[in-house]
């Protein structure tokens, strides 16, 4: 889609805090999420986060301030999951995107709209959807240079890299929200010149960025989704951390890929940023031209012209010494989506390709996210060596992996002259010590 007058950079809200220069939600954003008042037996609802305010979109349906497809829309965004939000497709996101837009634009407060606001401090997230499955990409060709120079020195990406976006199966029941505590998990490993594995805590215990890629509209099964209207099927966007013990995964994964190193937890963002308000920050997408260029299910002209989004992405750590102290999260590496290798269309595309049925609310994971340039990586396995380069923090600590007490904090914003700057937010977790004898 192109960009519209819900993009306008002049546009301002009646609600001060979302023309605040600093928010991550000013008007032109509108993303979507699930949300109650924390610490009540509030039913769970859709709401859409506006400047420090939610809009409650089951509190606004019951006004009946909208007609038609946005009331509709509305109507679908009070309940517990936006799975069928979702399924009523681009129509009716962009219809009750326009009617918030209009309602908490220019014209005034209006008082039906106003008792809609909760404030963000006072509420607890759910999951957005119910997720039936979720699909881990591996789509950055940074990371999977630097992960092979690093794993098998003589070795080369493997070749079906930069034919198709590669993926696993990933595991529902361990997605959480920013905020959650993540154990540290337990498994096989097998120590570098041993000859028998061994079991106990990950001593390796990593993060992935991603972005995490919500399906809205699924296809039959046995029918493919053409790459040119592949984005037709995507609601939006979220941080995701796919967490990664690297001891464990390095001993389990062949032949079929990575198993206990990734199931034990994925932590999602709780704001879905829309493909519409991610209009304005789209990019053109090339392949470089001595690469294998992308067979005709992975290829069109709409792709090369505006497939890649400029999403920028940042990754900090915040460690006990850093609460301790009061200091800041330190930033580990900062880098934007614009370099992946594969597009979600792409993506979506290969999935269905074989005749998968995507379902409304299944999520993709984008695949970790690192850039060209060594602090652009979205792992620490790159980002120290394998360990073998710790980084150093301004509490005097190191890091080759992840500590028990280290909260991986991730945010991601989208920036362009003309255009407001939208976020995403904060997807922040800890971990927990194992629980092991
Ligand atoms: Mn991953």
Request: with cysteine.
């Amino acid at each position: 889609m192109k960009s519209d007058h819900s993009h306008d950079i002049g546009a301002k809200s009646w609600l001060a805090s979302a023309n605040d220069a600093g928010t991550p939600f000013p008007l032109q954003n509108l993303p979507f999420g699930v949300f109650r008042r924390a610490g009540t037996n509030e039913a769970f609802r859709g709401g859409v986060a506006l400047g420090d305010q939610v809009i409650d979109l089951a509190a606004l349906s019951e006004a009946g301030v909208f007609s038609g497809l946005a009331a509709d829309a509305a109507r679908a965004c009070a309940q517990p999951a936006l799975n069928a939000f979702f399924d009523m497709g681009k129509h009716a996101w962009r219809a009750l995107r326009h009617a918030l837009f209009a309602l908490f634009g220019s014209g005034g407060p209006q008082d039906a709209a106003k008792r809609c606001l909760v404030p963000q401090a006072s509420v607890e997230y759910g999951l957005p959807a119910r997720i039936g499955d979720y699909t881990d990409f591996y789509t950055s060709i940074d990371h999977a240079r630097n992960i092979v120079k690093l794993l098998r020195p003589d070795g080369a990406v493997s070749p079906n890299f930069q034919w198709m976006p590669v993926a696993y199966h990933g595991r529902v029941s361990s997605i959480g929200l920013s905020g959650q505590k993540v154990r540290r998990p337990c498994g096989q490993r097998m120590a570098a010149g041993a000859h028998v594995p061994d079991v106990g805590p990950c001593e390796r215990l990593d993060y992935e960025l991603e972005l995490g890629i919500f399906i809205g509209v699924g296809n039959p099964q046995g029918e493919r989704i053409p790459v040119a209207s592949a984005e037709d099927h995507v609601f939006g966007l979220c941080l995701l951390n796919d967490w990664s013990a690297r001891d464990i995964q390095a001993w389990e994964s062949t032949p079929l890929g990575p198993f206990l190193a990734k199931s034990f937890a994925t932590t999602l963002s709780p704001w879905i940023v829309t493909m519409d308000a991610l209009a304005p920050y789209r990019t053109s997408w090339t392949r470089p031209a001595e690469d294998p260029q992308p067979l005709p299910y992975l290829s069109s002209a709409v792709l090369e012209e505006s497939g890649a989004l400029d999403i920028r992405l940042e990754v900090a750590l915040e460690t006990a010494m850093h609460r301790r102290d009061a200091l800041p999260p330190t930033r580990l590496s900062r880098t934007s989506f614009r370099h992946q290798y594969w597009t979600l269309a792409q993506m979506v595309a290969h999935h269905t390709v074989a005749g998968c049925n995507l379902r409304s609310g299944d999520l993709l994971g984008s695949g970790t996210i690192s850039g060209p340039s060594r602090d652009e990586a979205g792992a620490l396995i790159e980002l120290t060596q394998a360990g073998h380069a710790p980084i150093h923090l301004p509490t005097g600590e190191t890091r080759a992996f992840l500590e028990d007490g280290d909260a991986v904090v991730m945010s991601g914003w989208c920036e362009r002259p003309g255009y407001a700057r939208i976020g995403f937010g904060e997807n922040r977790a800890q971990v927990l010590p194992a629980k092991w004898d």
